[in-house]
Each structure stands twice: as structure tokens, then as C-alpha cells.
């Protein structure tokens, strides 16, 4: 197994990444960016492959100039950083980044460590959502914009949160008759959380142009509405739900994207020992970090929805930032204002961020109605049943171990999809609050390795 680096190692390359190494290089600095993906621009400017002419604008909408833009910046690093696609990062030990490419084993050390790891999809499982057919709004939006291809020709869109409403105007844009989108959050939180959502008008005036366009093409929005269950032989046909008034529906669809907002992705900062705690809003445990993006551990900072989920242009600021910091730790000179003025743009972000929290809050209280023979483990085919099992007869009342009693995060996701909702279905069994339940530690590796490798001490 090589043993390269020693110096300052992104890993991630998407808005958070890009920008610090952008800020690391123009102070003369050559860190080494890992990414897993072959290109660049993380989940959100996700780039479509090699071969494939799109404009940006059929991908990415009206945030077409930005992904361009970062998408330049990015190719312009390329020569002047250690660039490592398709390069996972799959554990960190001992001020060691271990990653793998191609099969082969390589040892990163690193003095100083930024963490942009993005985020990845949130879930709350229901009956018959392990059907073909049912993809997350992630997954949605990934087939669209880097394949091509849509999930469904009259798909349903699921859950809460503004990427529900992005992605069904996504695949309206792109011609497909959606059939409907339904929320699960009432209205009226939307106008409660008002003051909070006016920090960013532009964000919230372009989120209103998506469901008035989406309602002008006679899609049907539903909000406060409850799902049921997905019908389905051999893939989805239609999609059980009730709406606010109690009454029962059956949308026929032949895909459905779902999804609840947004997790940070935080098993390498776990693995890398930084410390947690519960954020009530998100109803998460997330990385304790300052202002600037150290965590507690000495050398390694978190920036972008790896550490809380403010979205791309935020995720933007807070790379610099943590890049900024990093640079003043090491003793080289930061200008003070730079470093004011990003944590002021961040800060009116951070207070949109608590508003999309009141106005599409987690659905939590669907936790204690899933029927006990609901998958919530896919990987391990676990059920809901299960998990109250172990934490009623078997006295588990704690998430690390219940899944030493039901497996429940044991799979190939090592509970990033399963973990939040495992956590909430076990804490209703159990009548405790969600965070007494815990969090599902991370483990390496955090990421299926191929079996063919070299193998690694």
C-alpha cells in the first residue's frame, strides 16, 4: 500500500471543495482533493458524462450560471492541485486518510483535514417502498441530470422539503407528466416560518415559481398529507395516501421519487473523532464546529451540507471559510475582513436554513404508525417490527444496540439511509426523545470495497 501526502487534503469536490481549494491555491498552497465520483461539482452540479452535450441549462435550471462557474473553477484547479477522482475515501486513522482507487490501497496522511462530503437523501420508510419503481428525490434528480433518464413517464413526487418541488419541476421541465406532489408538511407551517424564510427572498421567490408552474401544467399539489403505502407486483402502479382531511386516494404512477430534505453525510468526521451533538431543529446529531468550520478535533474542519444543510451557495462560503481557518492555523496570514464577511453572508443562510427546518420539518410522527412489517433496514431487510422488538423485549433502547440485536445498519449504507428513521421508530417504541436514542456510529469502511484489492494493513 503506497504512502503519499502530508499536507492539506480535501476531500470532496463539489461547491464546499472546490472553493477551498480555490482559496488554498491563490495562497499558495497544493492540496490534494479527493473525490469519489469520476467529475467534479458534488450532487447538486452534478455533471453528465463524458460524451453527453446537454446545455447547462437543461440540467441545472436557473442555477445554470453557478454550476457553470464552478464547473470552470474547478477545471481551472485541476493542474494546480493533487487531483484524485474516483478515489474513495473509505477510513481515517491515525491522521490517515485510507483510500481506494482502482483496487488499489493508499495511505494519505494528512496535517490538515477539510471534510466536504455533502449529503445525502432523507428518508422515512412506508410500506411497499422497496419496490422498483421508488427512488429517492436524489436518485430521481441524479438519472435526470448525469444519465438522461427519468424514473417514470407519470411518476409521483413524495415527502417535503424545496427539493421536492425542484425535482417534480425538473421532470415537468423536461417533459414528463407528473402526476402529482405530495407534502407531507401542512401549509400553514410555510406561513409560520415566514420571517425565517425572508433572510433569503430570492431562494423562497424561486420556490414559489416552482409550484406555481407546477400547478399551472395541472399538477396536483396535496399538502399535510399522509402516505399509506406503495402498490405494486413486480414495480410501483400507484401510491396510497391520505390528505389533511382524512380522506383516502390512490394515485396511479409508475415511479415515485420520495424524500424529507437532506442529512449531512458524517461518517468520516465520526470516523476521524470528532465530536457530536443533537440539533434539535434537524432533529440530527451533527459535528460540533465554530464558526469558521474547526471541529473538535485539531486540524480537521467540516464546510458545506456536510456539516448542516444550507445549500450550495452556502456551501461555497463556508469552503472558503474553512479553508481560512486552516490557513490562520498553520500561521499564514488571513485578512480579517475576508473572514468577517463570510461568516456574515453564512449567518443570514444558517437563519433560512431554521426556516425551511419549521416550514418542512422531518416527518417524526410517522414513525410509531409504520406497520411492524415495514422494511426500514433495506440492506438487511430489516423490519419496523424488529427494531421494536429490540428495543422492547430485548431492552435496547439505544441505537448501536439495537443493531447488534437486529442488524439494522450492518448493510452496504452503513445507515445513511436507514439511521434517522431506525432512531425515531425505535424512540417511539421505546416513549423516549429521539435523541436518547443516539446515533449509529460510523464503522470502516464506511463504503463497500471491491473484494479484488490490494489488501490493506
Known amino acids: 500500500m503506497a504512502v503519499t501526502g502530508g499536507g492539506v487534503v480535501i476531500v470532496g469536490a463539489g461547491p464546499a471543495g472546490i472553493r477551498a481549494a480555490e482559496r488554498l491555491v491563490a495562497a499558495g498552497i497544493r492540496p490534494t482533493v479527493v473525490e469519489e465520483s469520476a467529475r467534479d461539482g458534488g450532487q447538486i452540479y452534478r455533471r453528465q458524462p463524458e460524451g453527453f452535450r446537454r446545455p447547462p441549462e437543461a440540467l441545472y435550471g436557473a442555477e445554470a450560471p453557478k454550476a457553470r462557474a464552478l464547473h470552470e473553477a ?18 481515517i486513522r491515525d491522521g490517515t486518510l485510507l483510500v481506494n482507487r482502482a483496487g488499489q490501497h493508499e495511505a494519505l496522511p494528512f ?19 422497496t419496490l422498483p419503481g421508488v427512488t429517492s428525490l436524489g436518485g430521481a434528480q ?44 401542512a401549509f400553514a407551517k410555510r406561513v409560520l416560518a415566514a420571517p425565517w424564510l425572508a433572510a433569503r427572498p430570492g431562494l423562497l421567490a424561486r420556490g414559489l415559481a416552482y409550484t406555481v408552474a407546477l400547478q399551472r401544467a395541472g399538477v396536483r399539489i396535496a399538502t399535510g398529507i399522509t402516505p399509506l403505502g406503495v402498490e405494486g407486483e413486480s414495480r410501483v402502479a400507484a401510491l396510497r395516501w391520505r390528505d389533511g382531511a382524512g380522506m383516502e386516494h390512490r394515485t396511479a404512477c409508475d415511479g415515485i421519487g420520495m424524500g424529507y430534505g437532506l442529512r449531512p453525510e458524517t461518517q468520516l468526521a465520526d470516523l476521524a473523532g470528532c465530536a457530536f451533538a443533537f440539533d434539535r431543529g434537524a432533529r440530527l446529531w451533527l459535528p460540533v464546529t465554530d464558526g469558521d ?15 448542516q444543510i444550507r445549500g450550495a451557495d452556502a456551501a461555497e462560503l463556508a469552503g472558503r471559510l474553512a479553508a481560512c481557518a486552516a490557513l490562520r492555523d498553520a500561521g499564514l496570514a488571513v485578512d480579517e475582513l475576508e473572514m468577517v464577511t463570510l461568516r456574515r453572508r453564512l449567518a443570514g443562510m444558517t437563519r433560512f436554513r431554521r426556516g425551511l427546518e419549521r416550514a418542512f420539518p422531518y416527518p417524526a410522527h410517522l414513525a410509531p404508525g409504520l406497520p411492524d412489517e415495514t422494511l426500514v433496514c433495506r440492506c438487511e431487510a430489516i423490519t419496523a417490527g424488529a427494531l421494536r422488538q429490540a428495543g422492547g423485549a430485548y431492552g435496547a433502547p439505544e441505537v448501536n444496540r439495537a443493531k447488534a440485536f437486529s442488524r439494522t445498519g450492518m448493510g452496504r449504507c452503513q445507515g445513511r439511509m436507514c ?39
Open 74 to 91: 474547478a477545471q481551472a484547479l485541476h493542474a494546480r492541485v493533487d487531483w484524485r477522482p474516483g478515489t474513495l475515501v473509505w477510513a
Open 111 to 129: 496535517r490538515h483535514l477539510i471534510l466536504a462530503t455533502g449529503a445525502t437523501d432523507r428518508i422515512m420508510p412506508l410500506p411497499g417502498w
Open 142 to 185: 441524479i438519472a435526470l441530470k448525469a444519465q438522461g433518464c427519468v424514473i417514470g413517464r407519470e411518476p409521483v413526487f413524495l415527502g417535503t422539503g424545496p427539493l421536492l418541488y425542484l425535482v417534480a419541476w425538473q421532470y415537468l421541465k423536461a417533459g414528463v407528466a407528473v402526476r402529482a406532489v405530495l407534502d407531507t408538511s
Open 293 to 307: 468550520g474547526r471541529s473538535s478535533v485539531p486540524g480537521v474542519y467540516l464546510a458545506g451540507d456536510g456539516a
Open 419 to 457: 439511521g434517522p428513521a431506525a432512531a425515531e421508530v425505535l424512540a417511539a417504541a421505546c416513549g423516549i426523545p429521539v435523541a436518547q436514542a443516539g446515533r449509529l456510529r460510523g464503522a470502516a469502511p464506511v463504503k463497500p470495497l471491491p473484494l479484488a484489492t490490494e489488501a490493506a494493513p
